[in-house]
């Protein structure tokens, strides 16, 4: 119950794409809804987070889109850059402790 | 200058050897945590502790203990290493802010690249 889906595993988008990776839960106690995005060689660094009483949040080129009765969401990037190429988190968060999805490899061709 | 600092990088030992990792952030946070990367980069937390004490032990062996002196510091020990031991390992912290549900912005360290042989 405390498991959080994520897919696709990798993707590949051209520059100026649109990257889309999606992320399913089934505990409905979870309260907070961050992605994190992690470079070779370094930690996990906070992009952007949503709360389940809002639909959407856009930061920039990076969108959430949250899905309450689905008890999905999923983050959008869009003009997507080579600099984005890292590997992305969908996170859940319930009673302090910060629930990660299993990761998406995220590879942008010029 | 780094917010969440962790040493060594790179640790490699033998099995059965006791080894340390250390970890100090210098952003005044009041929670620490260590997480376990796998080979598929599975993140999963071990421990957190608010202001040097325990709150979050997940199902690890007690051969891993964890142990903060003041709340800017959390260490990781671990006795008797094992192959399965071999993994990234990350120390983070949190902010605790009043009106929100504590914990929510981890900041992480680089991690340490452990390799059991």
């Known amino acids: 119950q405390q498991q959080v889906k994520q897919s696709p595993q990798s993707l590949i988008v051209q520059k100026g794409g649109i990257s889309i990776i999606n992320c399913a839960y089934e505990?409905?106690?979870?309260?907070?809804f961050p992605w994190y995005q992690q470079f070779p060689g370094k930690g996990p660094a906070l992009l952007i987070a949503i709360r389940p009483d809002v639909s959407e949040k856009k930061e920039g080129r990076f969108t959430i889109s949250f899905n309450k009765s689905a008890k999905q969401f999923s983050l959008h990037i869009m003009d997507s850059q080579p600099g984005d190429s890292a590997t992305y988190f969908c996170?859940?968060?319930?009673?302090?402790?910060?629930?990660f999805g299993q990761g998406t490899e995220l590879s942008v061709k010029p | 200058d780094t917010a969440v600092s962790q040493t060594p990088k790179y640790l490699v030992t033998q099995m059965g050897n006791d080894k340390s990792i250390k970890c100090e952030q210098n952003l005044g946070h009041d929670t620490m945590y260590w997480y376990k990367q796998d080979s598929k980069k599975f993140l999963k937390i071990m421990f957190s502790?608010?202001?040097?004490?325990?709150?979050i032990n997940e199902t690890v062996p007690n051969r891993f203990s964890p142990k903060s002196p003041d709340k800017a510091h959390l260490n990781l020990h671990i006795n008797s290493l094992e192959l399965g031991d071999s993994a990234v390992y990350f120390c983070?912290?949190?902010?605790?802010?009043?009106?929100?549900?504590?914990?929510?912005?981890?900041?992480f360290g680089s991690g340490t690249q452990l390799s059991v042989l």
């Open positions: 502790y608010n202001n040097k004490e325990l709150i």
């Open positions: 983070a912290s949190s902010p605790q802010e009043s009106g929100f549900s504590t914990n929510e912005k981890l900041f």
């Open positions: 505990n409905t106690a979870f309260d907070y």
């Open positions: 996170a859940a968060l319930m009673g302090g402790k910060l629930i």
